[in-house]
């Protein structure tokens, strides 16, 4: 059996943000031959907050992070919503 690794797009959307004192690295990726792109956000202290649902495309996840920025501002984005560590957006 001839098993491959599935590779990983990186949206060009991918960049480290600041605002509000806090820079975050914003992770924008899909695996390559499967719908939806995935919003992850990873701190200075290396904690991840991940959104639960794929985005049609790479645009609507920036623009999603976008929006919460000028909405709520960074620090809220990542704030903890479960005991989890993850946070459900």
């Given at each position: 059996?001839n098993?491959?690794?599935?590779?990983?797009v990186?949206?060009?959307?991918?960049?480290?943000?600041?605002?509000?004192?806090i820079?975050?690295?914003?992770?924008?990726?899909?695996?390559?031959g499967?719908?939806?792109?995935?919003?992850?956000l990873?701190?200075?202290?290396?904690?991840?907050?991940?959104w639960?649902d794929?985005f049609?495309s790479?645009?609507e996840a920036?623009?999603e992070?976008a929006?919460?920025v000028?909405?709520?501002g960074?620090k809220?984005?990542?704030?903890?919503?479960?005991?989890?560590?993850?946070?459900?957006?």
């Open positions: 059996m098993e491959r690794t599935p590779k990983v990186i949206s060009p959307f991918s960049q480290a943000f600041t605002a509000d004192g820079t975050v690295d914003v992770q924008i990726y899909r695996i390559e499967v719908d939806g792109w995935t919003l992850e990873v701190d200075g202290e290396n904690i991840s907050i991940t639960t794929p049609p790479d645009q920036w623009d992070f929006s919460g000028q909405l709520l960074l809220a984005l990542l704030e903890i919503d479960d005991d989890e560590g993850t946070t459900v957006h």
